[in-house]
């Protein structure tokens, strides 16, 4: 009778090192092992969670509280997700509520305490963030933690009166990293292009990188969705930015530099460009040489991969003229290292003797 049970352990073991996902139509499950501060000896949990195909919410049922005495109220709530981990709300079941431990009294949940506490889950800096299970070891006089808890710093405006614990609780798991990460994961693998074209039409404000981490993981192609990226290319973070340049080619990297007009984000395009060995002279029509920021780093990368083509020489010499001196100087020393023709070594000692005191 030994074989049956060793196959049902290693069927546990397996079960929850390599987490299974369902799909029943409308409904798609997986589950992970998670770790939680609460847990004691740095334990873990396998959680459960369902994907709405339709909304893409997350769902997953928790306890309310990890209680370290016998005289709490745990009941089960459900925390939901968007599709991109983001906490939206905690759902109680019908006929139950969450407790409060308030001068010796135990307490039902207002309509007020919930309002706060959703405050609190929403709050992915929160200070609960910094407690441990030893910051929450209570007493049969403290049921609630709040003694320990003020000991890292917790003040009453942190989590509702009376319900430490369970905001401790639930917070951890409402803004769990990992938890969060995986829902992404989870929500990238349904997306098609279809799905994805709309999304990015949909103006979410993750949308944006949501599609592009997908890109970047699959292997996809950027052409089909260039479109929506560079008529929002303004719109961009700076991390979604380099995201996109990391998607795209030469020639739609010189139509990113042409579109965008937001200076940041034109610096960290300039920087990924200058960063590459291969030179393209088509970038010289990008650049704003009406800023010496973009002129002066033009040119130092010019000089440092020792640029020397009639092209760029040509392209450079009008330059000259540029009414700020700083910007024509960066130009004119670079044009000094470089062969050039008879007429534009005329145009360069014109320059000399002009700006002579600027040299």
């Not at 798991?173 to 994805?196: C, D, F, G, M, V």
Request: proline share 2%.
């Amino acid at each position: 009778m030994m074989i049956p049970k060793l196959l049902l352990v290693l069927s546990f073991v397996m079960y929850c090192l390599f987490p299974v996902n369902h799909d029943s139509g409308k409904v798609q499950s997986f589950q992970k092992m998670l770790s939680h501060p609460g847990l004691k000896d740095e334990g873990q949990q396998l959680l459960s969670f369902e994907i709405d195909k339709e909304t893409f919410r997350v769902s997953s049922k928790v306890a309310s509280v990890m209680c370290y005495t016998n005289q709490c109220k745990i009941i089960s709530v459900t925390l939901v997700w968007d599709r991109y981990g983001n906490f939206l709300k905690v759902d109680i079941p019908k006929g139950q509520s969450l407790e409060k431990h308030v001068d010796g009294q135990t307490l039902a949940f207002t309509v007020k305490d919930y309002k706060r506490l959703s405050r609190i889950l929403k709050n992915d800096i929160s200070k609960l963030g910094e407690l441990t299970y030893n910051d929450l070891q209570v007493d049969e006089e403290d049921l609630d933690g709040y003694s320990g808890a003020t000991r890292a710093f917790i003040g009453e405006k942190d989590v509702v009166k009376g319900a430490t614990l369970t905001c401790f609780t639930l917070w951890h798991w409402a803004n769990h990293p990992e938890i969060k990460e995986e829902i992404r994961s989870q929500n990238r693998k349904l997306l098609t292009e279809t799905s994805s074209k709309e999304l990015l039409a949909s103006g979410e404000k993750d949308a944006q990188l949501f599609v592009l981490e997908s890109l970047k993981l699959s292997g996809e192609c950027i052409d089909v969705y260039w479109n929506d990226y560079i008529q929002k290319a303004n719109e961009l973070t700076n991390h979604e930015m380099l995201l996109l340049l990391q998607l795209t080619n030469d020639s739609q990297r010189q139509e990113l530099l042409q579109r965008l007009t937001n200076v940041t984000l034109r610096t960290t395009v300039l920087n990924y460009i200058f960063s590459e060995d291969d030179y393209n002279e088509n970038w010289l029509e990008g650049i704003h040489f009406n800023s010496y920021l973009e002129a002066s780093k033009l040119t130092d990368y010019l000089s440092r991969n020792n640029i020397d083509t009639p092209n760029t020489t040509s392209f450079l010499v009008p330059k000259l003229n540029a009414e700020n001196v700083l910007i024509s100087r960066s130009i004119y020393w670079y044009l000094k290292s470089v062969s050039h023709s008879k007429q534009d070594q005329k145009v360069l000692k014109k320059y000399e003797k002009k700006h002579k005191k600027n040299l």
